[in-house]
């Protein structure tokens, strides 16, 4: 059974600083890995999709990249604003039309 | 392109009451999904679409549960007689045509937020 695991849970930074956030998964056998941003109340945002045979992918400030081999995959965003406040979810399609979330890390961009 | 549309996005309602959800995905996208995700937890899948056809069921979906997507365009999600365990926010998300077993980008709408008390 394939687990996501998003650690940490939360993260606070200051502005213009640049971070990753992280995303592990079990079962290397997947067709992609999902980057979603979700604001409190609300749905989810995609932000990027990595391809299985893809190593990342860039959109503005947001890099993500996959290592299928070993179960990981990050998110870099570079030059935090407050406006990147927000929880960050992944997820690994694992076939079958299913995707496979992880818990979320919830990040605040202090002023 | 108006986005995923969900209806309605609150619910209060009591136990052993049945609820509809209802979700109208962008226009050109045939395949639809619903998800549920409780507080601090990541959605979890619960059934997809192609066009009218489900062709996918997850355990957590009980015979409490319905899905339809009868012409293929909006979708509907019926709880019956519902339970606390039902509360949740209830997401729908659609994709354009891709690989037959891989999704392609989802695109989420804003959640039907369910309260059974």
């Known amino acids: 059974k394939q687990e996501v695991t998003q650690i940490p849970a939360a993260l606070s930074v200051p502005e213009g600083e640049n971070l990753v956030l992280n995303c592990s998964f079990t079962?290397?056998?997947?067709?992609?890995l999902q980057w979603f941003r979700q604001d409190p109340g609300k749905g989810l945002t995609s932000l990027l999709l990595?391809?299985?045979?893809?190593r990342e992918q860039t959109s503005g400030r947001l890099n993500a990249s996959l290592d299928k081999s070993s179960g990981r995959s990050t998110l870099y965003i570079a030059a935090s604003q407050p406006g990147d406040s927000a929880t960050y979810l992944c997820a690994v399609n694992v076939g079958a039309q299913k995707l496979v979330f992880g818990q979320g890390t919830r990040l605040t961009i202090n002023p | 392109d108006t986005g995923v549309s969900q209806d309605p996005r609150h619910k209060i309602t009591k136990r052993g009451q049945n609820v509809t959800f209802r979700c109208d995905p962008i226009?050109?996208?045939?395949?639809l999904y619903w998800y549920r995700q409780t507080l601090g937890q990541g959605p979890e899948f619960l059934t997809y679409?192609?066009?009218?056809?489900?062709?996918?069921k997850s355990r957590l979906l009980s015979d409490r549960f319905s899905a339809e997507r009868p012409k293929g365009s909006f979708s509907t999600l019926e709880i019956q007689r519902t339970e606390q365990g039902d509360s949740a926010m209830y997401l729908c998300?659609?994709?354009?045509?891709?690989?037959?077993?891989?999704?392609?980008?989802?695109?989420f709408g804003e959640g039907s937020r369910l309260t059974v008390l």
């Open positions: 079962d290397s056998a997947i067709y992609n």
């Open positions: 226009s050109e996208h045939n395949r």
């Open positions: 679409f192609q066009n009218e056809a489900q062709l996918e």
């Open positions: 998300a659609s994709s354009s045509p891709g690989l037959v077993r891989a999704t392609g980008e989802l695109f």
């Open positions: 990595i391809q299985s045979s893809q």
